[in-house]
């Protein structure tokens, strides 16, 4: 039995164990196992995201061998989760060998209450819920807190699948615990659906939204404590959300587009408080290719399918010009980049760049460029759907690891059980800095999440 110390209490593994797949997959394997990864895959750095899902005290006491068994059935149609990736003899490129080897699952033990927990501050709640995964790409932990409250957290290579692939299987998972017709079992993983057309299609101006990674400024070196990265948790409510739609010109923009607007001015406004020789901020917004690209199979592809567009503005005129301004830029930077010939072409751009890894500009952008964070709109995130059998979940959110140099933003929905209104959580992974300013600037917008307002 091992001990990893949390600040505040202690989390103790009590068991690991591999899950393999129940049976030989659905699907065909590829002759040698092997599954190439798509040019959008390869955008991707092996980098591994967190997921966590906490639940109140189920009313029996078997939920382990339940969460394991139908874990096993789940990767007969998910079995890439159950490979491992391996590098390419000759290009080097990363591929997934689909070997069945399984899934680890941790099982282990907190001695905290879910009232003493602060997720406001996900390093000090979730991280300590999240495997850390040691081999293959995918791995599970449960937890169960002191009044029998469960985590359930996971880790996943991004590489093999994006938010959408990975809520797949979860809902299908969840499914399969319940002893549901599973609904979401996915199609095919043909990365032949996005394969580069012939001739290429050569479209120079990705030039200047993407880069090889050998273009990739080194990091820079922080020496003021307020330019560290760290994440906090918001909610956000329903109407504040709306208030925010109609002062960046009302149906004419959505909510994503305004909420945008607005961090990306408070982001603007610090950086003019703090630095002077900071000229210009850039805001990134990952957009899913699925509804351009994708017929019915496709919609349901497991993978990545995601373009990083973003844009750059002075801090000037995002400090001084209207909300309803920022608003319009915003739009711009999402309405050149949510159409077929985009992800088409970013496609075949990709392809004249292998092997050398690609990724976004906006990704190599250093304290010195000023100001860069990216938004992802996670509104699809299915928070009360993964009921494993013993209800939805309290409380859900994805979550960042250490180590990013470049601001992240991810915006969910409420899982509180009256949310019809619409309230957000929203998981800012910004500097210390930026984080004090827009709660001491913003109060009435970005709430800290706490247990009053989960109930729990």
């Known amino acids: 039995m091992t001990a990893s110390e949390a600040r505040g209490?202690?989390?103790?593994?009590?068991?690991?164990?591999i899950v393999a797949p129940a049976s030989a997959p659905l699907l065909p394997l590829p002759e040698n196992r092997i599954i190439s990864l798509s040019n959008l895959d390869l955008l991707l750095p092996p980098v591994d995201i967190n997921v966590c899902f906490f639940y109140k005290k189920p009313l029996y006491n078997t939920t382990n061998d339940v969460l394991k068994t139908s874990l096993a059935e789940a990767l007969v149609s998910y079995y890439v989760l159950a490979g491992e990736v391996v590098a390419n003899p000759i290009t080097g490129e990363p591929e997934i060998f689909c070997s069945g080897a399984g899934v680890e699952v941790v099982e282990a033990a907190a001695d905290v209450e879910p009232r003493e927990?602060?997720?406001?501050?996900?390093?000090?709640?979730?991280a300590k819920f999240v495997p850390i995964k040691t081999h293959g790409v995918f791995a599970i932990q449960v937890t169960e807190l002191k009044c029998g409250s469960l985590v359930v957290g996971c880790t996943f290579d991004h590489r093999i699948a994006d938010a959408y692939s990975m809520n797949m299987f979860l809902l299908s998972w969840a499914e399969i615990s319940r002893s549901d017709a599973p609904t979401s079992y996915v199609h095919p993983f043909k990365r032949s659906l996005l394969n580069p057309r012939r001739p290429?299609?050569?479209?120079?101006?990705?030039?200047?939204?993407?880069?090889?990674?050998?273009?990739?400024?080194?990091?820079?070196?922080?020496?003021?404590?307020d330019n560290i990265l760290t994440s906090h948790i918001y909610y956000i409510k329903a109407d504040v959300v709306q208030q925010l739609q109609t002062l960046a010109g009302n149906r004419n923009r959505t909510k994503l587009e305004s909420f945008c607007a607005f961090l990306w001015k408070l982001v603007a406004k610090h950086a003019?408080?703090?630095?002077?020789?900071?000229?210009?901020?850039?805001?990134?917004?990952?957009?899913?290719?699925?509804?351009?690209?994708?017929?019915?199979?496709?919609?349901?592809?497991?993978?990545?399918?995601?373009?990083?567009?973003?844009?750059?503005?002075?801090?000037?005129?995002?400090?001084?010009?209207?909300?309803?301004?920022?608003?319009?830029?915003?739009h711009k930077v999402l309405e050149s980049s949510v159409t077929k010939d985009h992800f088409l072409n970013l496609i075949d751009w990709i392809e004249t760049r292998r092997p050398v890894p690609v990724l976004s500009r906006i990704y190599g952008a250093g304290y010195d460029?000023?100001?860069?964070?990216?938004?992802?709109?996670?509104?699809?995130?299915?928070?009360?759907?993964?009921?494993?059998?013993?209800?939805?979940?309290?409380?859900?959110?994805?979550?960042?690891?250490r180590g990013s140099r470049t601001g992240y933003v991810m915006t969910m929905p409420s899982p509180v059980v009256d949310n019809s209104a619409g309230d957000w959580i929203v998981y800012l992974h910004l500097a210390?800095?930026?984080?004090?300013?827009?709660?001491?600037?913003?109060?009435?917008?970005?709430?800290?999440?706490?247990?009053?307002?989960?109930?729990?």
């Open 9 to 17: 209490f202690h989390v103790t593994t009590t068991r690991k164990e």
């Open 117 to 126: 927990l602060n997720l406001h501050d996900p390093y000090q709640s979730i």
């Open 200 to 225: 290429l299609v050569i479209d120079s101006s990705l030039d200047q939204m993407y880069m090889p990674v050998t273009s990739l400024p080194p990091p820079q070196e922080i020496t003021n404590p």
């Open 272 to 330: 003019a408080t703090t630095d002077s020789k900071l000229l210009n901020s850039k805001l990134g917004i990952v957009v899913d290719g699925r509804k351009k690209l994708m017929d019915q199979e496709t919609n349901t592809y497991f993978g990545n399918v995601l373009s990083v567009p973003y844009g750059e503005q002075s801090i000037d005129d995002l400090n001084h010009k209207p909300l309803s301004w920022v608003a319009d830029e915003v």
């Open 369 to 401: 460029d000023g100001p860069a964070f990216v938004v992802s709109s996670g509104k699809s995130f299915p928070v009360k759907r993964i009921d494993f059998g013993w209800g939805s979940p309290v409380f859900g959110s994805y979550h960042l690891p």
């Open 432 to 456: 210390k800095g930026q984080l004090k300013f827009i709660e001491q600037e913003a109060p009435h917008v970005f709430k800290p999440i706490d247990n009053d307002y989960l109930k729990i």
